[in-house]
């Protein structure tokens, strides 16, 4: 069983920034692939960005490619989001999600196995 708990959220204006992590009970936490996925209201969940176990592919969506930062710190089983040049757009619930079993980072929601609650971002314009 693994818990993964997001922090940091909250309500920042257009343009600024906001760093997005996520605790994980795991104790293997360095062979699962993580990532990042976004859900606006009336929307689908969407990826957002992933990292692979050893850090080596970090895949993110269009949207947020040259913004967004997904970044581990395996000695503090942590995985956290930089969130740069923030766009009312941007505004959801974030979940970050893990699997033990994929190499890399996968783009699908159904391929991750565990999901934390999720944290709100809310970008004013």
């Known amino acids: 069983q693994v818990l993964l708990e997001e922090s940091g959220g909250g309500l920042v204006q257009a343009g600024g920034s906001l760093r997005v992590s996520c605790a994980a009970s795991a104790r293997r936490f360095r062979n699962y692939a993580m990532a990042w996925f976004r859900q606006a209201p009336g929307l689908e969940r969407e990826f957002v960005a992933g990292?692979?176990?050893?850090?080596?592919?970090?895949p993110y969506a269009n949207s947020v490619k040259g913004r967004f930062t997904i970044s581990r710190d395996t000695a503090k089983n942590i995985l956290s989001l930089q969130m740069n040049s923030l766009k009312p757009e941007d505004t959801a619930v974030y979940y970050c999600a893990a699997d033990e079993s994929l190499v890399v980072a996968s783009t699908e929601e159904t391929e991750y196995e565990y999901w934390g609650q999720g944290t709100q971002v809310t970008v004013s314009s």
């Open positions: 990292i692979s176990w050893n850090g080596d592919s970090t």
